[in-house]
């Protein structure tokens, strides 16, 4: 625990005008990030006696070791800069709301040359149009089921697409009418691209128009005595109107606004959005939150309010952020908020909260919802809480450690008959996977397979990247061998690679493993990480130096959580053995053509669909390929013929000869079965 008064800056040297400051722990880690009007009141308001202080305020000042500003010209700029801090640092002393599930939402591909109509969840795309958030994706299909009579837009998979422009036949959507079959060139690519906008427009809220063109169009049909055309449109009319009753009118005056209401406890707070467009509730979603620090409800409120609106990308910001945003209390003080809200829309947007009639009404039925979240959400992590701090004290105290082990490592070696040998790395804090963290590495200091070398490479590498780390202050880089899915980060507490050293680590093994990764350790003189590896066989917890395991409970909630990081870092280490694998026995071929990157060899398999037709192609039908000239063509033509064709792929189950047929590009792991029996050890 760290003393506030050993980092606390002089009073003159805090600059008294808006900014951003950041604490850091003993490691350079960001641990909270804040924002204020005038930086001197405020950062010296940290340093006051600790018993006069909020309690998660105290921990936050004694964990950490450092402060540091940065000075900006306005309050708008303070609220942008915090915002993009906290979502690069991920501090763990800020509210960061996590959503209480996973909402499906109507998205179009506006990016592809044939947009597509589908469901998606996860984080928006880009050039990708998205509406909702809805609360069951079978209420997405009803409502897509009733506009494809009138927007026949495609929602098929680049799969089935691709297949029925090979056969030149449409799929059923196509013959009945909901579709518009631009894979066999019943409309062209600006035609298909024109419903698709109309379908985005309609979803957008702008019915009234559309609706009163096709009633027109349905009248001057009539006239007309094209009966028969007269009866589509009327059909049309009806779906329409039918799919724009599947929201009730909650707001008379076609309103457009989110309501958002927050339920709180002294722990926990849930956020409830309702997004209410043109009258209608057209989404719904839900946050929940440790309350780590300090905050009131209209804290809360403006954090939820960053993270429901900072992430919008710029052709999105002017459609996400409505003319109105009710919420129960306003931020202190408000007027930055609004005017980084306008900003982000582009024209005025009223932040207030409701006083009276339907708008009001509407916030309480919003508020409901909050605080049956909240309640949900207690009873489903209140078993959880116990069992998993249960579960560290008792590893805690089996390995005779000081403290309970917040953040846990595990290591584990994976290859197939001493080839791709790989090593994995995953990390579990507050006895939760923090995927975020995982890392994995080639072994790349010996051929052949030897796990225990292995594993003092991979245990020697790692904290050498830590010490490495901890002593540099400026970037440094970091060799390719260690993959990290979130690419390379900074000295600025930006999201860390080797940065945070764990208090337990695991290997995956006895007496062996655990004996090299303690060699390891001992060669870089690290002396305050625990140790110990679990072993399959009879799940032995095993100590370096000592003779005996520890041997835990069957019942011990701490082996299972043991088990579950060991069971991780296995998965992890045979998904990337596998892929590895998978790359090697079938693009080897073409990897080793001089000049043929990863782009082109994909459109090479693309546009004959396997090796076998590629090596019988000519140099003429290659330079058709696009990008491909007629040079890179003789290259690849020449490549391919000075090599022999690898042997037919065997299904050892059945015996069975796998042509390399169409499917071997799009299947690469399937496709290529190995030809012996295959042991993958972990």
Sequence with gaps: MADPSTYRPAPGAIPTSPGVYKFRDAHGRVIYVGKAKSLRPRLSSYFQDLAGLHPRTATMVTTAASVEWTVVATEVEALQ???????????????????????????????????????????????????????????????????????????????????????????????????????????????????????????AGRTGNYLRRLEQQMQEAAEEMEYEKAARLRDDIGALKRAMEKNAIVLADATDADLLAVAEDELEAAVQIFHVRGGRVRGQRGWVTDKVEDVDTAGLVEHALQQLYGGASPDERNESVPREVLVPALPEPVAPIREWLSGLRGSQVDLRIPQRGDKKDLMATVQRNAQQALALHKTKRASDLTTRSRALQEIADALEL????????????????????????????????????????????????????????????????????????????????????????????????????????????????????????????????????????????????????????????????????????????????????????????????????????????????????????????????????????????????????????VNTATGEIIEDGPDQAAEPVAAAPQTAPSQETP
């Design 81 to 203: 800069l915090e915002y993009s801090w906290i979502k690069e640092f991920d501090p763990r002393f800020n509210v960061k709301y996590r959503d209480d599930k996973s909402y499906p939402e109507l998205a179009v591909t506006l990016n592809e040359e044939y947009p597509r109509v589908q469901v998606m969840r996860g984080a928006h795309k880009k050039g990708v149009r998205y509406f909702g958030p809805y609360g069951h994706a079978w209420a997405i299909r009803e409502t897509v089921d009733l506009l494809l009579r009138v927007f026949p837009v495609r929602t098929c998979s680049n799969g089935v697409f691709k297949r029925a422009r090979q056969v030149g036949r449409p799929c059923l959507l196509g013959y009945i009418g909901k579709c518009a079959a631009p894979c066999v060139g019943k409309v062209s690519a600006d035609e298909h691209r024109a419903l698709a906008e109309d379908f985005c427009d309609f979803m």
């Design 402 to 649: 000081d403290s309970v082990p917040l953040r846990i490592e595990c290591y584990d070696i994976s290859h197939l008959q001493g080839e791709d040998v790989v090593a994995s790395m995953v990390v579990f804090e507050d006895g939760l996977a923090r995927k975020s963290e995982y890392r994995r590495f080639q072994i790349k200091g010996f051929e052949g397979q030897d796990d225990v070398r292995s594993m003092h490479e991979v245990i020697g590498r790692r904290f050498r990247r830590y010490l490495q780390e901890r002593e540099q202050t400026g970037e440094w880089a970091v060799p390719e061998e260690d993959e990290a899915p979130g690419g390379a980060r900074d000295e600025e507490g930006r999201p860390r690679r080797f940065a945070y050293p764990p208090q337990l680590l695991v290997v995956d093994g006895g007496q062996p493993q655990v004996a090299a990764a303690k060699r390891a350790l001992d060669e870089l003189g690290i002396d305050d990480v625990a140790l110990c590896g679990l072993a399959k066989r009879l799940e032995e917890v095993w100590l370096p130096g000592e003779d005996d395991p520890v041997v835990l409970p069957r019942s011990s909630e701490g082996l299972y959580l043991l088990q579950r990081v060991r069971d991780e870092a296995h998965r992890f280490a045979i998904s990337y053995q596998r892929n590895k694998r998978s790359k090697r026995l079938t693009a080897g071929e073409l990897d080793s053509v001089p000049g043929l990157g990863e782009t082109r060899r994909r459109a090479l398999l693309k546009h004959f669909g396997s090796l076998k037709r590629l090596r019988a192609a000519t140099v003429d039908e290659l330079c058709a390929v696009p990008g491909i000239g007629r040079r890179t063509a003789e290259t690849v033509a020449a490549a391919l013929s000075s090599r022999t064709p690898a042997a037919p792929a």
